[in-house]
Protein backbone atom coordinates (compact mmCIF):
# COMPACT_ATOMS: atom_id res chain seq x y z
CA UNK A 1 0.00 0.00 0.00
CA UNK A 2 1.67 3.24 -1.20
CA UNK A 3 0.73 6.15 1.63
CA UNK A 4 1.70 9.76 2.01
CA UNK A 5 2.61 11.75 5.07
CA UNK A 6 0.84 14.74 5.03
CA UNK A 7 -0.14 17.82 6.92
CA UNK A 8 -4.17 17.11 8.50
CA UNK A 9 -6.71 15.76 6.65
CA UNK A 10 -9.63 16.36 4.31
CA UNK A 11 -12.51 17.59 5.87
CA UNK A 12 -14.71 15.19 4.01
CA UNK A 13 -12.36 12.17 5.75
CA UNK A 14 -13.70 13.64 9.22
CA UNK A 15 -16.15 10.27 10.28
CA UNK A 16 -13.18 8.01 9.10
CA UNK A 17 -10.85 9.97 10.97
CA UNK A 18 -12.77 10.15 14.29
CA UNK A 19 -13.72 6.39 13.74
CA UNK A 20 -9.73 5.48 13.78
CA UNK A 21 -9.29 7.50 16.49
CA UNK A 22 -11.82 5.77 18.10
CA UNK A 23 -10.32 2.35 17.44
CA UNK A 24 -7.15 3.38 19.14
CA UNK A 25 -8.64 5.54 22.27
CA UNK A 26 -12.28 4.04 22.53
CA UNK A 27 -11.03 1.23 25.46
CA UNK A 28 -9.75 4.11 27.44
CA UNK A 29 -12.74 7.00 26.78
CA UNK A 30 -15.43 4.74 26.05
CA UNK A 31 -16.56 4.35 29.85
CA UNK A 32 -17.23 8.03 30.07
CA UNK A 33 -18.12 9.01 26.37
CA UNK A 34 -20.33 6.27 25.61
CA UNK A 35 -22.81 5.41 23.83
CA UNK A 36 -20.29 5.10 20.94
CA UNK A 37 -22.45 6.61 18.29
CA UNK A 38 -22.60 9.80 20.40
CA UNK A 39 -18.91 9.86 21.15
CA UNK A 40 -17.60 9.19 17.22
CA UNK A 41 -19.89 12.20 16.05
CA UNK A 42 -18.14 14.37 19.09
CA UNK A 43 -15.11 13.17 18.45
CA UNK A 44 -15.90 13.78 14.34
CA UNK A 45 -16.77 17.29 15.06
CA UNK A 46 -13.88 18.99 17.44
CA UNK A 47 -11.18 17.37 15.40
CA UNK A 48 -8.70 19.57 14.32
CA UNK A 49 -7.26 18.66 10.72
CA UNK A 50 -4.42 22.02 11.43
CA UNK A 51 -3.40 19.97 14.46
CA UNK A 52 -2.55 16.64 12.94
CA UNK A 53 -0.36 14.88 10.45
CA UNK A 54 -2.39 12.06 8.62
CA UNK A 55 -1.13 8.75 6.33
CA UNK A 56 -3.22 8.66 3.62
CA UNK A 57 -3.37 6.10 1.22
CA UNK A 58 -3.61 6.53 -3.01
CA UNK A 59 -7.52 6.75 -2.67
CA UNK A 60 -7.57 9.47 -0.12
CA UNK A 61 -8.31 7.07 2.80
CA UNK A 62 -6.84 8.07 6.40
CA UNK A 63 -4.98 5.26 7.85
CA UNK A 64 -2.90 7.06 10.44
CA UNK A 65 -3.26 10.37 12.73
CA UNK A 66 -0.89 11.76 14.58
CA UNK A 67 -2.46 15.16 16.75
CA UNK A 68 -0.41 17.49 18.69
CA UNK A 69 -1.32 20.51 21.31
CA UNK A 70 -0.44 23.85 21.03
CA UNK A 71 -1.12 27.27 22.62
CA UNK A 72 -3.80 27.56 20.01
CA UNK A 73 -5.70 24.08 20.76
CA UNK A 74 -5.63 20.16 20.52
CA UNK A 75 -6.07 17.60 17.75
CA UNK A 76 -9.69 16.75 19.79
CA UNK A 77 -10.08 19.00 22.23
CA UNK A 78 -13.78 20.21 22.34
CA UNK A 79 -15.38 21.84 25.45
CA UNK A 80 -17.94 22.52 27.81
CA UNK A 81 -20.44 23.36 24.88
CA UNK A 82 -19.78 20.80 22.50
CA UNK A 83 -19.98 18.30 25.05
CA UNK A 84 -23.86 19.92 25.63
CA UNK A 85 -24.41 19.97 22.03
CA UNK A 86 -23.73 16.13 21.75
CA UNK A 87 -25.05 14.67 25.44
CA UNK A 88 -27.02 17.55 26.49
CA UNK A 89 -26.95 20.00 29.48
CA UNK A 90 -26.76 17.31 32.21
CA UNK A 91 -24.18 14.85 30.26
CA UNK A 92 -22.01 17.08 28.77
CA UNK A 93 -21.97 18.76 31.82
CA UNK A 94 -20.90 15.23 33.82
CA UNK A 95 -18.51 14.13 30.85
CA UNK A 96 -16.35 18.05 31.06
CA UNK A 97 -16.24 17.61 34.82
CA UNK A 98 -14.65 13.75 34.01
CA UNK A 99 -12.60 14.50 31.03
CA UNK A 100 -11.05 17.52 33.31
CA UNK A 101 -9.01 14.54 34.75
CA UNK A 102 -7.45 13.75 32.19
CA UNK A 103 -4.25 16.03 31.41
CA UNK A 104 -4.80 18.59 29.07
CA UNK A 105 -2.06 20.84 29.82
CA UNK A 106 0.04 22.77 27.67
CA UNK A 107 3.74 22.42 27.90
CA UNK A 108 5.49 25.96 26.51
CA UNK A 109 8.88 24.01 26.73
CA UNK A 110 7.99 21.04 24.74
CA UNK A 111 6.20 20.08 21.69
CA UNK A 112 3.09 17.82 22.76
CA UNK A 113 2.26 15.16 20.47
CA UNK A 114 -1.78 14.60 21.56
CA UNK A 115 -2.56 10.75 20.13
CA UNK A 116 -1.30 8.30 17.32
CA UNK A 117 -3.25 5.45 15.87
CA UNK A 118 -2.71 3.68 12.94
CA UNK A 119 -5.17 1.28 11.44
CA UNK A 120 -5.15 -2.05 13.02
CA UNK A 121 -4.49 -4.19 10.12
CA UNK A 122 -1.08 -2.17 9.24
CA UNK A 123 0.43 -1.73 12.50
CA UNK A 124 3.90 -2.56 12.33
CA UNK A 125 4.72 -1.07 9.06
CA UNK A 126 6.47 1.74 9.84
CA UNK A 127 3.18 4.38 9.63
CA UNK A 128 3.61 5.44 13.48
CA UNK A 129 7.30 6.12 13.31
CA UNK A 130 6.79 8.07 10.15
CA UNK A 131 3.60 9.81 11.77
CA UNK A 132 6.13 10.45 14.93
CA UNK A 133 9.09 12.07 12.95
CA UNK A 134 6.34 14.43 11.08
CA UNK A 135 5.40 15.48 14.17
CA UNK A 136 8.95 16.04 15.63
CA UNK A 137 9.89 18.33 12.29
CA UNK A 138 6.63 20.37 12.85
CA UNK A 139 8.06 20.42 16.57
CA UNK A 140 11.62 21.66 15.43
CA UNK A 141 9.70 24.25 12.32
CA UNK A 142 7.86 25.83 15.46
CA UNK A 143 11.13 26.32 17.29
CA UNK A 144 11.10 23.97 20.64
CA UNK A 145 13.88 22.03 21.16
CA UNK A 146 12.18 18.81 22.81
CA UNK A 147 8.91 17.07 22.01
CA UNK A 148 6.96 15.00 24.42
CA UNK A 149 4.00 12.74 24.84
CA UNK A 150 2.42 10.24 27.31
CA UNK A 151 1.62 6.90 27.09
CA UNK A 152 -0.84 4.99 29.92
CA UNK A 153 0.68 2.12 31.93
CA UNK A 154 0.03 -1.33 30.09
CA UNK A 155 0.22 0.08 26.37
CA UNK A 156 3.39 -1.87 25.67
CA UNK A 157 3.42 -1.83 22.08
CA UNK A 158 3.18 1.87 21.70
CA UNK A 159 6.16 2.47 24.50
CA UNK A 160 8.21 0.33 22.34
CA UNK A 161 7.62 2.42 19.42
CA UNK A 162 8.50 5.79 21.14
CA UNK A 163 11.51 4.46 22.36
CA UNK A 164 12.15 2.80 19.33
CA UNK A 165 11.68 6.67 17.63
CA UNK A 166 14.18 8.27 20.55
CA UNK A 167 11.47 8.97 23.05
CA UNK A 168 12.78 8.25 26.77
CA UNK A 169 10.79 8.49 30.44
CA UNK A 170 10.79 11.66 32.04
CA UNK A 171 8.18 10.94 35.09
CA UNK A 172 5.28 9.11 35.66
CA UNK A 173 2.19 9.60 37.51
CA UNK A 174 -0.42 7.51 38.72
CA UNK A 175 -4.60 8.28 40.12
CA UNK A 176 -7.10 5.32 41.02
CA UNK A 177 -9.61 7.34 39.96
CA UNK A 178 -8.36 7.55 36.14
CA UNK A 179 -8.03 3.39 36.75
CA UNK A 180 -11.97 3.86 37.39
CA UNK A 181 -13.15 6.17 35.10
CA UNK A 182 -10.88 5.38 32.18
CA UNK A 183 -9.18 1.94 32.92
CA UNK A 184 -5.22 2.94 33.38
CA UNK A 185 -3.79 4.04 36.81
CA UNK A 186 -0.17 5.13 35.04
CA UNK A 187 1.04 7.71 32.69
CA UNK A 188 4.48 7.71 31.35
CA UNK A 189 5.66 11.32 30.42
CA UNK A 190 8.66 10.83 27.51
CA UNK A 191 10.37 12.95 25.82
CA UNK A 192 12.87 13.28 23.02
CA UNK A 193 15.56 15.69 21.95
CA UNK A 194 14.75 17.77 18.49
Known amino acids: MSLAIRPGFDDARRAEAAALYWQAFGGKLGRVMRPEARALSYVARVMRPDHAYAAVGMDGEVVGIAGFRSPLGSFVGGGL ?17 LLSLLTRDTDNDRFLVDGLCVRADLRGRGIGRALLEALCAEGRARGYRQAR ?5 G ?22 VTGLLFGFRSVTMMVRPL
Open 155 to 176: NIRARALYERAGFVAAGQSHSR
Open 149 to 153: LDVVG
Open 81 to 97: AELRGTYGLAGGTLRAG
